[in-house]
């Protein structure tokens, strides 16, 4: 019996130790960026976590000099930006820092070179340099790569999404919040998402399209 239980310890322990230590290293990675509540709304019905869609400006500057190196209210016509949070569509910082936010919320990020650009930089951000975002989300919403919300988007229930049910969903989720309509935004998403997702390109996304995901970096 001593000898099963001896066993049992030498498979279970260092399973435990490897849980430990992954877990330690997300909450460490967390605690590197600093976060600052600039504003934060009295009602909060729904805060951000990974796979919301979330729509949101943010601003870059390095910390070094305080000069800007991006910003999304003149970037791609100065729309807020809509992306999938926590699977790499903006960079590791941006995916922890935003986590936990309310629509109309307002955040101070101060994030480190491994969790920003790391050590080869990237356009005008030097290589190992710490930035700072200031960021600002509209709107929450349901992930659309959520089963969920692809039976929500697919209308006529055929297992396929067309551009009028993406653009209908965007147009929903991003008018509740409170956001003027905005037909050529919904459009431009929409075409964007068709662009990434659309492989086969049939006018159509498949299940299997959607579940595919595409990792760009601001």
């Known amino acids: 019996m001593w000898r099963v239980m001896l066993c049992t310890l030498w498979f279970f322990v260092p399973l435990l130790l490897r849980v ?18 600039v504003f934060r709304p009295e009602e909060c019905t729904q805060r951000t976590k990974k796979g919301d869609m979330v729509n949101a400006h943010y601003d870059g500057y390095l910390q070094k000099d305080g000069s800007q190196f ?3 209210r003149s970037d791609k016509e100065g729309h807020p930006q ?34 920003a650009f790391g050590e080869n930089g990237k356009g005008p951000v030097p290589p190992n340099a710490t930035v700072v975002f200031e960021v600002e989300v509209y709107a929450v919403s349901r992930g659309p790569r959520s089963l969920e919300a692809f039976g929500e988007m697919d209308l006529d229930k055929d297992k ?21 309509h905005n037909d050529h935004h919904y459009e431009k998403v929409m075409a964007d998402i068709f662009n990434k997702n ?9 299940v299997k399209e959607y579940n595919i995901y595409q990792h760009d970096e601001l």
């Open 70 to 72: 991006y910003c999304s």
């Open 82 to 115: 809509w992306f999938v949070l926590g699977v790499g569509q903006v960079i590791k910082g941006l995916d922890i820092g935003l986590l936990d936010m309310c629509a109309g919320e307002k955040r101070k990020l101060t994030v480190p070179p491994e969790l």
């Open 160 to 180: 396929s999404l067309t551009k009028d049910e993406i653009k209908e969903y965007l147009k929903q989720q991003y008018e509740k919040g409170g956001n003027p």
């Open 198 to 206: 659309d492989l086969d390109k049939n006018g159509k996304i498949s």
């Open 20 to 37: 430990r230590t992954v877990c330690g290293s997300a909450v460490e990675l967390q605690a590197q960026v600093k976060t600052e509540v």
